[in-house]
């Protein structure tokens, strides 16, 4: 059945769908943006959505001596009073909460004082900008600049070590050499533990291949790699893993094309869902009807794009 598609696309008239190419005589239609897609989506909650949705930020009326964060950059210097001791070089160290209680702006208005000690003794204050005591004590939560919340980073440890699951994104960090390397989609991987992120996200899932055969093969075995993730966004859990595995909902998927996917590479004649799974989803897709059929394009940020005649991948730059 392939076979008589590719043909058929063969045959027809070629179409200009690069630069100084245009189509005469047929309007295009409107563009569709991932953003569409996904508030189409927004009322399906998967599991993968609500795992770790209990894990929430304390809030700040909840916040016991003792309570710590990770300093994940020295800027963090920066949210200190003239007051504090010492606040050179404070990356690496934890920080407790001692107290809170009320203070005054460099304007004179009331603020809120959050003080903070250091592993190494040295005392924080932390004026917060704009809140008083009151308001600060109302809040759900508070995040400290620059700093990680070790409390969260434990309970995902807690909740996600030991659980095999299947990851979605090629993007990984390999600790070991301090670099990022090219990985695999949609494979079975085991976490082996959380560690705190840094100041971007708020924590590092490390984890192996399971597969001991695929993880040789791809020079993987023996390894560990990481991924940043944070609460929301594209580094949110649902965006980076999935509990089931992804070939058994895809049997019609032949052997050959599922080993292009998992290494997010594609070739001609590969459908729409085999080119979403093996890249991900596009941020912008085009549609074009001609005399021919439909025409459609999926554009990416980074300057691949892909171009399907009849269902199927007939161009593409990758």
Not at 112 to 140: A, K, M, W
Not at 216 to 235: C, I, P, Q, T, V
Request: proline share 5%.
């Amino acid at each position: 059945m392939r076979l008589s598609r590719a043909l058929l696309i063969f045959i027809l008239p070629a179409l200009a769908l690069g630069a100084g190419g245009c189509f005469t005589g047929v309007e295009s239609t409107p563009r569709i943006r991932q953003a569409d897609v996904q508030r189409q989506q927004a009322a399906e909650v998967t599991s993968e959505q609500l795992f770790l949705s209990d894990i929430k930020p304390v809030a700040p009326s909840q916040w016991q001596p003792g309570r710590k964060w990770l300093v994940a950059n020295n800027r963090i210097a920066l949210i200190f009073t003239p007051a504090s001791e010492n606040t050179d070089k404070l990356k690496g160290h934890q920080i407790f909460f001692e107290s809170v209680k009320g203070a005054t702006s460099l304007t004179g208005d009331d603020a809120g004082e959050i003080t903070f000690r250091t592993d190494d003794g040295r005392r924080l204050y932390y004026r917060v900008p704009g809140l008083t005591q009151e308001r600060i004590d109302t809040l759900e939560t508070l995040d400290i600049p620059f700093a990680v919340d070790l409390d969260m980073v434990c309970r995902i440890n807690d909740a996600m070590t030991g659980k095999r699951l299947y990851v979605r994104t090629p993007s990984w960090y390999d600790p070991a050499s301090r670099s990022a390397v090219n990985g695999l989609r949609h494979i079975e991987v085991r976490v082996d533990s959380v560690v705190p992120g840094d100041e971007n996200f708020l924590a590092a899932v490390c984890f192996s291949v399971v597969d001991s055969k695929l993880a040789a093969a791809a020079g993987m075995a023996g390894k560990e790699f990481m991924l940043y993730m944070g609460r929301n966004g594209s580094r949110a859990f649902d965006n980076l893993f999935a509990f089931d595995n992804p070939r058994k909902r895809h049997p019609e998927i032949q052997d050959d094309v599922w080993e292009y996917i998992i290494r997010s590479r594609i070739k001609k004649n590969m459908t729409r869902v085999e080119c979403r799974l093996a890249l991900g989803s596009p941020p912008s897709v085009e549609r074009v009807p001609t005399h021919g059929g439909m025409v459609e394009r999926w554009s990416y940020t980074d300057g691949v794009y892909l171009i399907f005649e009849d269902g199927y991948l007939t161009r593409f730059r990758q």
